[in-house]
């Protein structure tokens, strides 16, 4: 894992899974934003579902269900639209077509044991409807399983202008994830909005703020102390890179924060690492994280823990 942390800023590699139901191409639109002034390769993997292939009923249902609901283009047609829509704006890359056929769940993660990428990027299924199918029948899997940075694009914006970036309440994931994120976005320059969230004690570093000005003052001479100090860190890495950041500050629980200032704030995408899973409870162990991503209506950066970690 470690081409995660050290990207290679002259070449970067993306693999992207197209959905095949639509030709709107926003999500490809969007991927472009972020890797404007980049160079490096894409391969952009369109999947022709098996149903037969697919071993876990839920998923195989959904799928069916799914392909009932809409109209497919032709493999053929989704791949040119999509080589198309990249050519355009990123001249810099290689852009490859695979379109193989079965489960694309174990295709997808086949192909991240097989070649090495910088970022996997997936379209989710779409906006309304049951919280628990948005995502579509592969998505919430392959996010799951996935070893490296994966971005699941949502809505309909065709560029990322704005990121919020929410600070680990740890050394090395702040890091990681900071480095990352400078990487994949120096080119680009988005508005960046880092998000602290504090403990309702006050007497750990957690995530943002809001209250009383004697609490607030409390909590952020507690967040000062020199182990606390994710934010510095984070704040100079982006600094580095001639990228300008803000910061909100907000007071409870990580996952109902984050939603918060996510739909307060008018951001195109989140980005954030979830702690390792272990057998000790976490607020991000299980399938938090994921529900994190299923609630929020913006695209969702989520970075992996780090062998190791």
């Given at each position: 894992m470690s081409g995660v942390t050290f990207m290679n800023t002259e070449n970067i590699t993306v693999l992207h899974h197209l959905r095949a139901n639509?030709?709107?191409n926003s999500e490809l639109g969007f991927l472009?934003?972020?890797?404007?002034?980049?160079?490096?390769?894409?391969?952009?993997?369109?999947?022709?579902?098996?149903l037969a292939r697919i071993t876990d009923e839920a998923r195989r249902d959904l799928a069916e269900?799914?392909?009932i609901k809409e109209e497919r283009p032709a493999p053929e047609e989704v791949?040119?639209?999509?080589?198309?829509?990249?050519?355009?704006?990123?001249?810099?890359?290689?852009?490859?077509?695979?379109?193989?056929?079965g489960d694309p769940v174990e295709l997808v993660l086949n192909r991240l044991k097989d070649e090495k990428y910088d970022l996997l990027s997936l379209e989710a299924y779409g906006k309304g409807g049951f919280r628990k199918n948005i995502l579509g029948a592969h998505v919430n899997k392959?996010?799951?399983?996935?070893?490296?940075?994966?971005?699941?694009?949502?809505?309909e914006l065709d560029s990322c202008e704005r990121v919020?970036?929410?600070?680990?309440?740890?050394?090395?994931?702040?890091?990681?994830?900071?480095?990352?994120l400078a990487n994949l976005l120096?080119?680009?320059?988005?508005?960046?909005?880092?998000?602290?969230?504090?403990?309702?004690?006050?007497?750990?570093f957690e995530g943002y703020i809001s209250g009383e000005e004697e609490y607030l003052e409390e909590s952020l001479e507690n967040y000062a102390r020199e182990e606390y100090g994710y934010l510095d860190l984070a704040q100079e890495i982006i600094s580095e890179r001639g990228i300008?950041?803000?910061v909100r500050y907000r007071t409870g629980e990580i996952q109902e924060e984050i939603l918060a200032e996510a739909k307060e704030g008018r951001y195109d995408m989140l980005a954030f690492s979830p702690e390792k899973q272990n057998i000790l409870t976490s607020i991000w162990s299980g399938d938090k994280s994921l529900e994190l991503i299923r609630d929020l209506d913006i695209s969702v950066l989520e970075f992996p823990p780090l062998e190791g970690d």
């Open positions: 639509k030709k709107s472009a934003s972020i890797l404007n002034g980049k160079a490096g390769k894409i391969d952009m993997m369109y999947v022709e579902e098996v269900e799914q392909r791949l040119s639209l999509a080589r198309q829509k990249m050519s355009e704006t990123l001249h810099e890359f290689q852009l490859n077509t695979i379109s193989p056929a392959i996010v799951s399983k996935s070893p490296i940075p994966t971005l699941v694009h949502k809505g919020l970036i929410h600070v680990p309440n740890d050394r090395e994931r702040s890091t990681n994830l900071t480095n990352y120096e080119g680009s320059k988005p508005a960046i909005t880092f998000l602290v969230i504090l403990s309702e004690k006050g007497e750990k300008d950041a803000d």
